[in-house]
């Protein structure tokens, strides 16, 4: 029996035609949601899904071109590879283009320069340095040079086929300026590698040819040339087994002079000195003899522009001072180095004054801990050395060391307006008038009485 609802006394079935019709409905959309939300959600699920199938495949293409243009390359070495292999009669051009392609391959693509040396490229390049031909033999020194650049391996490889003695022959043969420069770059990145640096110092003709393309001014490229033979001694002088043949070629001489010019191998020259004296004997033997080497040195603490200048020269007299046995020392105070390492230690760099200050503390020890005073030479000297002498006398309530210092000020000052009057080319018998050094004196003692 059905059930029935009673309202207001009436008796209606809970089947009506109104519930039945809607009932119907919901039963029709029975699995189908009416939340927008939730369509969106849906909506935006499957973008995701295309957009994912999308860039999966992508992905796989840009990987199948990858693969594609990979072996394209390595195909592309191979051939190159083989032409410069190819030993059979009339294809010197043929090779000569080879050497060609691998020198820019290499310089354009570093990531080619492992994989041609794989391949076998650097022994016929090596090979090709006999040739007659200047194109090829640029070609072949260039495409080596660019196969050692940053390629420890390679570089090491580049020696081991022969490439020294091959440049070697060449030098000896007398080489065109373009293969000169060639082979100056060569041996800058060759000499970087420290396997290489004993092997190419060795060889007896090197470090001369090195040298004198450093003193050369006579090519076009000669500024760039100077710079690169330069920066390849200064490798080869990180080596100490090289210091006796850079000594025997005249490397000191040469680099003194370069400093007392003040070109700008001015502080690479210092640093190939830093190098030898740190490093060899005859490194700080060779500078002891060269006449004027302390002046010059003492020079650059006064007049240089640049602190890493002062450091470097600092740093040479500092080692000359340390590990010498007196007369070094002795020749540093003739040359008036403690009045440059006073005024060093006040205006220097943190470095230069470090190693003033050390320098310093080396000559004290010399002469029994007192401060060590560089006495001028001529009659100037003498002048201003009783001119102290007297101010000492009258000022008894000084201390020792305040007289000391007043004293160094003073001959500091003379020494530097005798400088000046060199620099600016005056008459020979130019000097520092008396009323000059009244001057001096006194205003020495005024500056000293706030300090």
Not at 99 to 126: M, N
Not at 154 to 176: E, F, H, Y
Request: proline share 4%.
């Amino acid at each position: 029996m059905a059930k029935c609802e009673v309202l207001n006394g009436a008796r209606w079935s809970v089947f009506s035609a109104a519930g039945f019709r809607r009932r119907l409905l919901e039963a029709m959309l029975c699995g189908v949601s009416n939340d927008p939300r939730r369509q969106i959600v849906e909506r935006r699920s499957d973008r995701l899904a295309d957009l994912l199938l999308v860039e999966a495949r992508d992905l796989r293409s840009r990987e199948v071109a990858e693969k594609r243009r990979k072996m394209e390359a390595f195909e592309e070495l191979q051939s190159v590879v083989r032409r410069l292999q190819d030993t059979e009669e009339g294809i010197h051009r043929r090779r000569a283009e080879a050497a060609a392609e691998v020198r820019r391959l290499a310089k354009d693509r570093p990531d080619f320069r492992q994989s041609l040396a794989l391949l076998g490229a650097i022994p016929p390049l090596v090979a090709l340095l006999d040739s007659d031909d200047s194109d090829s033999l640029i070609s072949a020194l260039y495409a080596l040079l660019n196969l050692g650049i940053g390629n420890e391996a390679n570089k090491s490889a580049i020696v081991a086929a022969g490439a020294i003695q091959k440049m070697v022959s060449l030098i000896k043969s007398g080489p065109t300026p373009a293969a000169e420069a060639a082979i100056i770059a060569n041996f800058l990145g060759l000499s970087a590698l420290d396997a290489n640096k004993p092997i190419i110092g060795a060889s007896s003709d090197v470090i001369p040819f090195l040298l004198n393309a450093f003193r050369s001014s006579n090519s076009i490229s000669s500024t760039q040339s100077q710079e690169d033979a330069l920066r390849a001694l200064y490798n080869l002088s990180i080596s100490p087994a090289n210091g006796v043949a850079l000594v025997n070629a005249g490397i000191v001489p040469c680099l003194l002079s370069a400093i007392v010019d003040d070109t700008e191998f001015s502080e690479r020259s210092l640093a190939v000195l830093c190098n030898l004296v740190a490093a060899s004997p005859e490194g700080r033997r060779a500078v002891s003899r060269t006449a004027d080497a302390f002046p010059m040195l003492i020079d650059v603490l006064n007049w240089s522009d640049f602190p890493r200048c002062q450091e470097k020269a600092a740093h040479i007299l500092m080692v000359m001072a340390h590990k010498s046995h007196g007369g070094e020392r002795a020749a540093m105070a003739a040359a008036g180095i403690t009045s440059a390492l006073l005024e060093l230690t006040l205006m220097g760099s943190t470095l230069a004054q470090k190693r003033a200050s050390l320098i310093l503390e080396i000559l004290r020890e010399e002469k029994g801990k007192k401060v060590v005073v560089s006495e001028p030479l001529g009659s100037c000297g003498a002048s201003a050395s009783s001119a102290a002498t007297e101010e000492e006398e009258e000022e008894e309530g000084v201390s020792a060391e305040m007289r000391a210092v007043r004293k160094l000020v003073k001959q500091s000052l003379q020494s530097n307006m005798r400088r000046i009057a060199r620099r600016a080319n005056f008459p020979p018998e130019f000097a520092p008038s008396d009323r000059f050094r009244q001057l001096t004196a006194s205003s020495t003692s005024k500056s000293l009485t706030l300090w």
